[in-house]
């Protein structure tokens, strides 16, 4: 079992910045693709960021580029999603979400791909 538990949501305003974080349980931390989504009121859960267990492999949504940044640090089993020049439109719910078994190293960008999440942290930007 794996739990991962995020931290680092609040209140900011347009051109803000936060930093997410998601720590993580279990001994092969080093070994999990993980991902980050957001789900805004009355939306679907949408893909943000990803990199493959290796680090060697990212991807970002096209309306992040340039603006957000995924990083791990597997000595603290901790995945990070730096939010730079914030807009009203990255209010959302933010999840981590780890898939634990190994298929390839990719940068999943699809929920089904994930077998474990966090329970959100909220992200609001104010105009």
């Known amino acids: 079992q794996v739990q991962l538990v995020e931290s680092g949501g609040g209140l900011v305003q347009t051109g803000g910045s936060l930093r997410l974080s998601c720590a993580a349980s279990g001994r092969t931390f080093s070994r999990y693709a993980m991902g980050w989504f957001r789900q805004a009121p009355g939306k679907e859960r949408e893909f943000v960021a990803a990199?493959?267990?290796?680090?060697?492999?990212?991807a970002y949504a096209d309306s992040v580029k340039g603006r957000f940044t995924i990083s791990r640090d597997n000595a603290k089993n901790t995945v990070y999603l730096q939010m730079n020049s914030l807009k009203p439109e990255d209010t959302a719910v933010y999840y981590c979400?780890?898939?634990?078994?190994?298929?390839?190293?990719?940068?999943?960008?699809?929920?089904?791909?994930?077998?474990?999440w966090g329970q959100g942290t909220q992200v609001t930007v104010s105009s």
């Open positions: 979400a780890a898939r634990t078994y190994y298929s390839g190293s990719y940068a999943y960008t699809e929920r089904r791909e994930y077998n474990y």
């Open positions: 990199f493959s267990w290796s680090a060697d492999s990212t």
